[in-house]
T-cell receptor, first 112, second 113 residues
Framework: ELKVEQNPLFLSMQEGKNYTIYCNYSTTSDRLYWYRQDPGKSLESLFVLLSNGAVKQEGRLMASLDTKARLSTLHITAAVHDLSATYFCAVDSGGGADGLTFGKGTHLIIQP | DVKVTQSSRYLVKRTGEKVFLECVQDMDHENMFWYRQDPGLGLRLIYFSYDVKMKEKGDIPEGYSVSREKKERFSLILESASTNQTSMYLC????????????FGPGTRLTVL
């Protein structure tokens, strides 16, 4: 059974700082997704990582995938308040049978 | 833009009632999914469908059923609602293959009294 673990689950940081959210998963997969969720809203797709070594950047967020280590990172550079949200990683369950398996989410608060 | 819509944003039902949650997507996606989201538990897959009239159980199908009579519409049915089914329900859809990027609807917050 695929397990997806994110850490930290909760993060409070100040504007202007850098930080990294980690997503570890338990079985081989080449495909990983990052989503953002604002309070009371649905999930919005941020990044799609489809191969080992994939790196995607959008503004102050950068995501990478190391399939050998079964690890993805979401790096935040010079955080701003607008990035406050819950971030989820999701991994292909393998074999295509069950779609994606989600982590529990990282609740990020960025304080002025 | 992909659009996934859900019939209600908020719903309040009583224990024992039959509840229908509707999801419609306009991008001709083959795959559709129902998740529930609970604090501290993340998203858990209830059921998914990869074609009309096809369905497969996810991780927590007990107490739920689904219907997909048309490609664009996927319904989640609570046959007899219980208080432990109070949750946020999210519908998603994707193209093939099944691991492709999923697009989510706005969610339905269901409260069962």
């Amino acid at each position: 059974e695929l397990k997806v673990e994110q850490n930290p689950l909760f993060l409070s940081m100040q504007e202007g700082k850098n930080y990294t959210i980690y997503c570890n998963y338990s079985t081989t997969s080449d495909r990983l997704y990052w989503y953002r969720q604002d309070p009371g809203k649905s999930l919005e797709s941020l990044f799609v990582l489809l191969s080992n070594g994939a790196v995607k950047q959008e503004g102050r967020l950068m995501a990478s995938l190391d399939t050998k280590a079964r690890l993805s990172t979401l790096h935040i550079t010079a955080a701003v308040h607008d990035l406050s949200a819950t971030y989820f990683c999701a991994v292909d369950s393998g074999g295509g049978a069950d779609g994606l398996t989600f982590g529990k989410g990282t609740h990020l608060i960025i304080q002025p | 833009d992909v659009k996934v819509t859900q019939s209600s944003r908020y719903l309040v039902k009583r224990t024992g009632e039959k509840v229908f949650l509707e999801c419609v997507q306009d991008m001709d996606h083959e795959n559709m999914f129902w998740y529930r989201q609970d604090p501290g538990l993340g998203l858990r897959l209830i059921y998914f469908s990869y074609d009309v009239k096809m369905k497969e159980k996810g991780d927590i199908p007990e107490g739920y059923s689904v219907s997909r009579e048309k490609k664009e519409r996927f319904s989640l049915i609570l046959e007899s609602a219980s208080t432990n089914q109070t949750s946020m329900y999210l519908c998603a859809s994707s193209f093939n293959p099944r691991w492709a990027e999923q697009f989510f609807g706005p969610g339905t917050r269901l409260t069962v009294l």
